[in-house]
C-alpha cells in the first residue's frame, strides 16, 4: 500500500498563469530575449552566453539587487556577452535533506509551502523582467512543474543527476527554449549526447496526465561540469583537451547546432569558487587558440552573489548564499570587464 499524504491539490499551471499573468510587453521581450539566444546557439552570432548567478535563488530582494547590477554590468559589455541571469528556483538535495529551494520554502526559514512556492518563484521571474528587462535562466528539477514558467523563462538546464532520465530528456524536446543538458556525475560523454539526442528527437509521452508529442528541440546542448570518480575526488572536464574531446563525440553523432556551456563551478572547481575565475580565463584561451573549440564553447556558467562564500541558514548577509559559496558581486564584475578585454 503507498505510504503517501496527500496534502492537498495544487492549482494546475494555466490557473497560476490566468493569476499571475504576464503583461503584453514581457511577452515581447521574451520573444526578442529568446530570438538573441537563439542565434548564439545557431552560430549566427557571435556574442557568448554568460549564465550567472546565484547558486540558489533563496531570497527575493538580494537576487533582485544582483540583476539590477547586472543589468548595468550587461550594457558595458553588450558587444561581447549576452547575460542570462541564474534564478535557480529549485535545488537538488543528493541525500534529499536540506534546503530545497524557493519552490518548496519561500522563507528558507520555514517550513515548506509550495502553493506559495510557486506563487513566489513566478513572482520574482516577473519582476525581473519588469524591473532589468532580462528573461531568466532556471534549473528543470521537476519537468512536471516547467509549465508554471514557461512563459518567463529564456534558459533551463538539466542536471548532473537528471541528465539519464527519460521524462527529463522528453519534457526537453518540447520547451521550445534552449536547454543545457549537464553530464552525470561519472563524467561520461556519450550519456549526455544521448540526452541531447534524445531530447532534439521528436518524441510521444505521458506529460501530467496528457498524452502529447513534442517536435524536438534543436537548442538541446552539453553543459560540461566536471564529475566524480569512484574515489570521490573531483575530476574536472574543462581543459582543452576536454573540450577537443567534446568536439569529436559532437562531430561523430551529427547532432544539431553543435555547442556547449562550461561550468566553472561544482566538480569543475572542486566547488572552490575562487576557481572560477581561472577556469574561464583557461576556456576563453582555448577558444583563441582553436577554432573547432571556438565553435563549440558558447558561453560560461558562473554561480556570483553580491557577496563572497556561503553562510548558514539563519545568518542573515544580505545576499550571501546559503547553499554552494559564490563569487561576489566585486570579483563577478571584474571578470566579467577581463574577460570582454580578451575578447
Known sequence: MMQM??????????????????SDAIARRKADRD?????????ESDLILLIIGPCSADSEEPVMEYIHRLARLQEQVADKFLMIPRIYTNKPRTTGKGYKGMLHQPDPEKKPDLLEGLIAIRKLHTRAVEETGFTC????????????????????????????DQIHRLTASGIGIPCGMKNPTSGDLQVMLNSIEAAQSPQQFVYRGWEVETPGNPLTHAILRGSVNKHGINVPNYHYEDLRRLYDFYAEKGLENMACIVDTNHSNSGKQYLEQIRIAKEVLHS??????????????????????????????????????PCLGWDKTERLVLELAEQL
Open 287 to 324: 577558444r583563441r587558440h582553436d577554432g573547432d573549440v571556438r565553435r563549440l564553447v558558447k558561453g560560461f556558467m558562473i554561480e556570483s552573489y553580491l557577496e563572497d562564500g556561503a553562510q548558514k541558514i539563519g545568518e542573515h548577509i544580505f545576499g550571501k548564499s546559503i547553499t554552494d
Open 5 to 22: 499524504n496527500f496534502i492537498r491539490r495544487l492549482p494546475i499551471p494555466q490557473d497560476i498563469k490566468a493569476q499571475f499573468p504576464i
Open 35 to 43: 530570438e538573441a539566444i537563439r542565434r548564439v546557439f545557431t552560430g
Open 137 to 164: 535562466a532556471d534549473e528543470m528539477l521537476y519537468p512536471e512543474n516547467h509549465r508554471y514558467l514557461s512563459d518567463l523563462l529564456s534558459y533551463v538546464a538539466v542536471g548532473a543527476r537528471s541528465v539519464e
